[in-house]
C-alpha cells in the first residue's frame, strides 16, 4: 500500500469517465469513417440514414457486410486529382516543417540564452499568440497580402517593385501562413529541451578545444534532438492534413488531401469520396502518428 | 492532554516492552527484496538512527513506518497494536520529510496547523499549540510567511514543528538534515538532540551520514541489502563490529586475513600470509570457523622509530616493521601509510598531531616500527 | 579565455528574438490598428473611428453567432476541464492500468490529429447515432478535442509536483481524498484555470470541426467569419477580429494578475 498505491485506485477510477468519453467521440467514430468509406454511395448519401441497422440484428450485419465495396477506393486511385493532392500535403508539409524548423530554432535557442528571470516573459509572449484565434491570424495575412495592401505599398513605396505583386493565392502566401501558425508548436518544444542544456557542458566543449560554432554543432545539436523531433511531429502531422491555410492563401490550381476532402463533403456532397479521403489522409499519416506516439510515451515515462 | 490522536493503551510500555517492534517484516519491489525479513526493536524515548548506504532499504523501513508502504510479510507492532494495515492517516506517528514537504500554498502557521486542524481540535487550542510549536523550533515572527519566504534551515525547523504538532508517538525522521550544509548541520544536530530529550519522545532517524548517528542516536541500527548487519550504541558499533563489512563501513580499518593458528580461551592467534602471527584477544569470538581476518583500527596503531622496548615475548602486543610511504595530512591527526616487510600489506596508522612539530615526525621512506595491542584487535569471519 | 562568450546572449540571438516575436505580433497589431479605419476600403487609412464596431454591434447574424460561440465554448471547456483533469490524475497517479497505453494514446492524437479527420469521424457518429445535429453536437465534438489539451496541461503540473507533499498531507491525517482536495488541487488549481482558457479559446476558435458537426440555427463565429473571409476583407471583420484578440488579452492579464494576486495576498495572510 505505497503512497502510490493509496492513490492508485482513485486515480484510476478517475479515468473511468474520460476513457469512455474518448472511446465514444474519438475512438469509435474511425470505424464509421472506415465504414462509410467502403460503402456505395446510393447508402450513405443524404438525407442521412443510419449507418448501421441495429434493429435488424446479425442479418442486417451480414447484410451490411455485403454491401461493402472498394469502389470509392478505386474512385480514388483512378483520378490523379487525390494522388496529387497526397503527394502536394506531404511536400508542402515537408517544406513547411523545415522552414518552422529554420526560423524557430535560433528563437528557441536565443530564449533558452536569456538571463533566466526573462525567460518565462519570452515564452509567454511566444504562447499568447497561440491563444489568439487561428483564423484571425490568418485572415490578419490577408489584410496584408492583398493586392493594395500593406506589404506592396511598403514596397512600392520603398520602390523595390515598380507594380504591386501578386502574393495571395500563391504557395508562398501559404507557406507564409503556415509558418506563421505553427512558430509557436515548434518554438515551445525546442526551447524546452534547449532550456535544460547544462551550459557546463558548452564550457566543457571548449575547455576540450572545440571553437563555439564547433562546440553548437557538436553538442547543443545532438542533445536537442528530440526538442527538433517533437517540434516536427507536432508541425508536420497536422500541416498534412490541413484546411484553413492552404484554402484561404493558396492559390486554386492544387489541392491538399484536406481540401479535397472539404470539396468532396461540403460540396459534392459525396460522403463515401469523402471517407475514403480521410482513411487515406489517415494512412499518409498513420507513421508519422506511431512515432509521435512512441515520442509522448517516452516522453511520459521520463518524467 | 488534549491530544488529538486517540493514543493506544500506554502499558505496554510500562511493562517493558518495546515501543516499536517490527518482526520478520519483507518488502519486495518487484523481484528485489528491498526489506528482507527484518525484527527490529525500539524503546520508548529512544533516539534510533538507521545507517547504511544508498539503497539498503532504510528509507523503505521507515515508509512502512510511517504507512506509505505495506509490508509483504511481517507485522508492525506500535505498544502492542498491528499497526502495519493501517493507512499513514490512522497511524499516530508523524513523518519528517527528506525534501520537507512543505505545503507551498499554506503559511508556517498553515503548514503547523495542517495536522491539527485535520484531528479535529478545537480553533483555539490549535492557536495555543501552534504558538507553542513556533516557539520550541524558535521560529516567532515567522508565521505568515511563505515556505519560499524561508532559509534552508527555517524550513528545516517548520517540517520538524508540523511533524511534532501532533505529538505523535514515534517521530520519523528522514535525513533529516541532508539538505543543510555543514555548519547549520552541526548545530541542528544538537538542537534535534536538546528537543528530543526535552520532549522524551522516540525519534527514529534514517541517515546515510555515520558522523550524524554516532553524534545523536542511542543506538544505531546499521542496514545493508534490507537486513540489519549490526544493532548497537554507537561505541559498540565503532569498538566491536560484527562483521568485516560492519567494520569497514563504519570508520576507518585495517583489515589482515589469516587463519586461526591457536585459540585459547579467548585468546587468537592468527597466521597472516606475508605478516605473521597477529595477537588478538577480540570482545567476540567467532566460534567454530578458522577463516578469519583480524581488524585494527588505525588510530590504535603506534608508531615509533625504534621498536617498543617490551618483552618481544609478550603476547598482548602485535610488532609489525615497514617504511612509511605516504602521510595524509588531515590537521588534526596524520594518516600514515606503512609498507610492511615482505611487501605482503599496508597498513594505515592515525597519528594524533599534538604539537606542531610532531606532524613531519616520520617523513616519507623512514623505516618504522608498528606496534598494537593484542585487546584493540577484532576477529572478524571471513 | 573565460567561459563567458559561450554563455552569454549574443547580437544574433537577440535579433532572432526581435525578429520572431515582431513577425507574430506585427499581423495581429496591424490588424487591430486597420479594425479603427474609418474608411469604407480596407486598404485606404481614413481616420480613426468606431464605425465598424457599431457594425458589428448592429449585426444580429453575426451577434447570434457570437453569443452560439460563447456559449458552446463555455460549455465545452467546463466539460473538457472536468474530464480532462480526471484523466491528468489518472494517468499520473494511477500507475499502470489496463488500457493505459491505448487511453494516453486517445488523449495524444487528438493534439496533432488533422482537423478535417476529427469532424468527418465526428458527424459520422452523430448521424449513426441520430443526433440532432447543433449546439449539442458542436459542444460535445470541442470537449473531445480540448480535454487533450487540459489533460495535458494539468499532467504537468502533476507531474512536477513534489509526491512527497500528498505523502505529508496523509502522515497529517488526510485520507487519500482529502489529501488531494487539500492539498494537490490547490496547486494544481492555476494548471486547471490555465486548461480551462485554453480549452475555451481553443473551442472560441475552431472552425473545421464546428463546421462538419453543427447543424441549421447552431453557426458559430468562426464558421461566419469564415464564409465572410472567403468573399474578401470586411473592415468589419477587423473590429470582430479585434474584439476578440482584445478579451483574450484581457483574459489573460486578467489570469496572470489573480495568480499574482493570490500568491501575494496568501503571503500576508492570518496565521491560518
Known sequence: MSARRIFTRPARLAAIAP????ALFFLVPFAFVVKISLSQAAIAQPPYMPVVMLADGWRGLVAAFGALSLDNFRLLASDDLYLLAGLRSLTVAATATALLLLIGYPVAYAMARLPRRWQPVAMTLVIVPFWTSFLIRVYAWINILQHDGLLNKILLALHVVSAPVVWLATDRAMYLGLVYSYLPFMILPLYATLARLDPALLEAAGDLGSSPRQAFWLVTVPLSLPGIGAGVLLCFIPIVGEFVIPDLLAGSDSMMVGQALWLEFF????????????????????????????????????S | MADAIPTPAVEAVSHGGPLLRIEQVVKRFGNVAAVDGLSLDIKAGEFFALLGPSGCGKTTLLRMLAGFEAPDAGRILLDGVDIAPMLPHQRPVNMMFQSYALFPHLSVAGNIAFGLKRAGMPRREIGQRVAEMVALVRLEG???????????????????????????RVLLLDEPLGALDRKLRESTQRELLDLQRRLGLTFVVVT??????????????????????????PRHLYEEPVSRWIAGFVGDVNMFDGKVARRDGGRFAVAVPGVGLLNATPPRDPAGVEAVSVAIRPEKVRLSRRPPVADVA???????????????????????????????????????NTARLDADAFPVGQRIAAWFSADDCVVLER | MTAAPLARVSRFNIAALALGLAFLYLPIVILVIYSFNASQLVTVWGGWSLRWYV?????????????????????SATLATVLGTLAAVALTRGEGFRGRTLFSGMLYAPLVMPEVITGLSLLLLFVALGAERGFWTVTVAHTTLTMCFVTVIVQSRLGALDRGLEEAAMDLGCDPLRAFLSVTLPLIAPAIA????????LSLDDLVIASFTTGPGATTLPIRIYSEVRLGVKPEINAICSLIVGSIAILIVAASMASKLSSGRGGNAAPM
Open chain 3, 194 to 201: 490555465a486548461g480551462w482558457m485554453l480549452a475555451f479559446t
Open chain 2, 314 to 352: 609478550d603476547a598482548s602486543i602485535n610488532r609489525l616493521e615497514g617504511v612509511v610511504r605516504d602521510i595524509g595530512y588531515l590537521g588534526g591527526a596524520s594518516l600514515y601509510t606503512v609498507a610492511l616487510d615482505g611487501d605482503a600489506a599496508t597498513l594505515r596508522a592515525s597519528v594524533a
Open chain 2, 142 to 168: 515567522l508565521e505568515t510567511r511563505k515556505p519560499d519566504q524561508l532559509s534552508g534551515g527555517q524550513r528545516q525547523r517548520v517540517a520538524l514543528a508540523r511533524a511534532l504538532a501532533r505529538r505523535p
Open chain 2, 208 to 233: 546515510h551520514d555515520q558522523d550524524e548517528a554516532m553524534t545523536m542516536a542511542d543506538r544505531i541500527g546499521v542496514m545493508n541489502a534490507g537486513r540489519l548487519e549490526q544493532v548497537a550504541t
Open chain 1, 267 to 302: 460540396t459534392n456532397r459525396d460522403w463515401p469520396v469523402a471517407s475514403a479521403t480521410a482513411v487515406l489522409l489517415l494512412a499518409i499519416l498513420l507513421l508519422p502518428l506511431l512515432v509521435y506516439d512512441r515520442f509522448q510515451r517516452r516522453q511520459m515515462r521520463r
Open chain 1, 19 to 22: 476513457y469512455v468519453w474518448m
Open chain 3, 55 to 75: 457594425e458589428f454591434f448592429n449585426d444580429r447574424a453575426m451577434l447570434n453567432a457570437t453569443f452560439m460561440s460563447l456559449r458552446v465554448a463555455a460549455v
